[in-house]
């Protein structure tokens, strides 16, 4: 079963507007990572947050972690079309080399 | 620097045909991962190789078989396909194992009949 979950699946804007997306999970975490994906192409990594961070930022972008709820945001400022995609949470766990798990992703879809 | 590089883009199997997906990545990263993707269910994990010369299976590995053939080659094989396995396949690396960004390629669009 899926250990990442996202919300919402589906998010709407209008370009210049902030969007926000969601991402909980179940068990202990090394690491949180969130990844890109466009129509018809692999997935692009985008920003890794350590589970004894709480706060990252990178560009446009800046993702929060809270362990304590086992969840994780990551924010878009001042969308573009070109955001238009969907997006992933990654968690990682156990040992370096073990497996990094995906929740579903939201697609966002940025009007212009 | 290609990245990481699958190959064939598309395929069309008859069930019980076998076929193998290639996957070669030239960053010199150590570990390497095979994930197929599902509408509805995210990315599950097939099977990764965390360095040369190791396999271990992932979430779904039932119907596939891998081969870290080198640091640079991991290969996914179906030995007998199966309309189940009609997915879209990526293939991965990281130099690090989880506790770094994965590298993507752009996908194996696999259709069986």
């Known amino acids: 079963s899926q250990q990442g979950e996202e919300d919402p699946q589906a998010l709407s804007i209008q370009e210049g507007e902030n969007a926000t997306m969601n991402c909980s999970y179940k068990?202990?975490?090394?690491?949180l990572q969130w990844y890109r994906q466009n129509s018809g192409r692999g997935l692009v990594h985008l920003i890794l947050i350590r589970s004894n961070e709480r706060e990252k930022h990178s560009g446009r972008l800046r993702v929060t972690l809270d362990t304590s709820k086992k969840s994780s945001s990551l924010l878009i400022t001042a969308s573009r079309a070109a955001d238009t995609a969907s997006y992933f949470c990654a968690r990682g766990s156990g040992t370096s080399g073990s497996r990094l798990t995906f929740g579903e992703g939201t697609q966002l879809t940025v009007n212009p | 620097n290609a990245g990481v590089t699958q190959t064939p883009k598309f395929q069309v199997l008859k069930t019980g045909q076998s076929m193998t997906l290639q996957c070669a990545q030239d960053?010199?990263?150590?570990?390497m991962y095979w994930y197929r993707q599902d509408p509805g269910m995210g990315l599950r994990l097939i099977y990764y190789?965390?360095?040369?010369?190791?396999?271990d299976k992932g979430e779904v590995p039932n119907g596939y078989n891998v081969s870290r053939l080198n640091k640079r080659e991991f290969s996914l094989r179906l030995e007998s396909a199966a309309p189940s396995q009609t997915s879209v396949y990526f293939c991965?690396?990281?130099?690090?194992?989880?506790?770094?960004?994965?590298?993507f390629g752009n996908g194996t669009r696999l259709t069986v009949t």
């Open positions: 960053m010199n990263h150590n570990s």
């Open positions: 991965a690396s990281s130099l690090a194992g989880n506790n770094s960004p994965l590298h």
């Open positions: 190789s965390a360095s040369e010369g190791t396999t």
């Open positions: 068990t202990s975490i090394n690491n």
